[in-house]
Nanobody
Framework: QLNFVESGGGLVHPGGSTRLSCSAS????????VAWLRQVPGKDREIVIC????????NFLDSVKGRFTISRDETKNTVYLQMNALRPEDTAVYYC??????????????????WGQGTQVTVSA
């Protein structure tokens, strides 16, 4: 079974930036519909942002609009999540997952597959 691999998390000061990477070696699933999701203890995973196989971007959280962006580099088989102006409430484990060649971004976290192990992002002074 294929799983994505996330990297780039860590400790970031409020107002700072970081970029997460999601890769899937030996697979072209990165070129499909891919989303970044996040989870905090005691809460369900929530979809943050998604990019479709055609490059359309869908933001799912009003709190990150204008601060988070998603992009894809197919030459590197990687999807990125650029996170700017980070806030303590952005602290979570961030995951990437895919929805195949779905032309849209599914609105249910359970519709995504091949989750990675996640990467912790902690925003704290």
């Amino acid at each position: 079974q294929l799983n994505f691999v996330e990297s780039g998390g860590g400790l970031v000061h409020p107002g700072g930036s970081t970029r997460l990477s999601c890769s899937a070696s030996g697979s072209n699933l990165i070129s499909g519909t891919v989303a970044w999701l996040r989870q905090v203890p005691g809460k369900d995973r929530e979809i943050v942002i998604c990019i479709t196989t055609h490059g359309t971007i869908a933001n799912f959280l009003d709190s990150v609009k204008g601060r988070f962006t998603i992009s894809r580099d197919e030459t590197k088989n990687t999807v990125y999540l650029q996170m700017n102006a980070l806030r303590p409430e952005d602290t979570a484990v961030y995951y990437c997952a895919e929805a195949g060649r779905d032309p849209g971004c599914p609105r249910q976290a359970g519709a995504y597959r091949n989750w990675g192990q996640g990467t912790q992002v902690t925003v704290s002074a």
